[in-house]
């Protein structure tokens, strides 16, 4: 049995990824024993999602990061999407090296993910080109979560957004509100659907039934995150029922660069 400790940075009143993430790496242990995953979270102060909150709580990942080094994780996740993206295009980049900073400080050689860089990551290994997205996020935050994305090198050709800003209410959206929300978007040039931009937005059990329904990959922020975290740690991304990109099909490679910009075989 090979055990795979896995540190998350978590912002303080998220509910989800410690949820939705351990999920898909539980079904994955039962379709392919061998592998056993092990989760170590360390939380950063956020209520609101809003800009000042978000910018503090972006201060306190060095913090956060020094206490899971001590526990010595062999990869790290920072899992707030929007609190990255909320910063500028590219952003995710200069996270994911303040973070391998602090470890390294600490004698910990942990490789780093964030979901912001992991959702374009998954993005280009389904070599979507024009996408839709879904958020319970403020307008505002949308348009810069989409503006992040386009900057990227994707289309966003349509946004919904739930405008919730209390996280914790977030987390407390029924998954099957995404079976309907989705119908309002227009996919007819689509060929990505990100059906949560958000690791606090639950949407695991919509996924796949969504998927089957539009005909077209779909994925979430979590789902993008658990492609990333398994591509570190070297074991093949795969998860059962959790849509196209953890399906086994896709792959990524490093090229070298890190921050998310691997090649896609």
Do not use: W
């Amino acid at each position: 049995m090979n055990d795979h400790h896995i540190g998350m940075i978590v912002p303080s009143s998220n509910l989800t990824m410690e949820t939705e993430l351990p999920r898909m790496l539980r079904a994955r242990e039962e379709a392919e024993p061998g592998d056993r995953f092990v989760f170590h979270s360390a939380r950063a102060r956020m209520r609101h999602v809003e800009p000042e909150q978000l910018r503090a709580m972006n201060a306190q990942a060095g913090r956060a990061a020094a206490e899971l080094a001590d526990a010595r994780p062999d990869v790290v996740a920072t899992a707030c999407l929007v609190a990255i993206m909320a910063q500028g295009p590219g952003y995710h980049c200069t996270a994911e090296d303040d973070i391998t900073r602090v470890l390294r400080e600490e004698g910990c050689a942990s490789p780093v993910v964030s979901s912001a860089g992991a959702l374009l990551s998954g993005l280009e290994a389904l070599k979507a080109r024009k996408v839709a997205i879904i958020t319970p996020y403020l307008k505002p935050l949308t348009k810069a979560v989409a503006d992040y994305i386009e900057d990227a090198g994707f289309e966003v050709a349509d946004a919904i957004s739930l405008e919730v800003p209390d996280n914790l209410a977030v987390a407390r959206l029924d998954p099957a509100g995404l079976r309907e929300h989705h119908r309002k978007l227009n996919l007819s040039d689509v060929d990505v659907l990100v059906l949560s931009a958000c690791v606090q937005m639950p949407s695991l059990s919509a996924i796949q039934p969504v998927e089957d329904e539009v005909g077209i990959p779909v994925l979430s922020a979590a789902t993008a995150t658990t492609f990333r975290i398994l591509s570190e740690l070297g074991v093949e991304p795969t998860v059962p029922g959790a849509g196209s990109l953890l399906s086994g099909a896709k792959a990524l490679t490093k090229t070298g660069g890190g921050h998310g910009r691997e090649s896609v075989v």
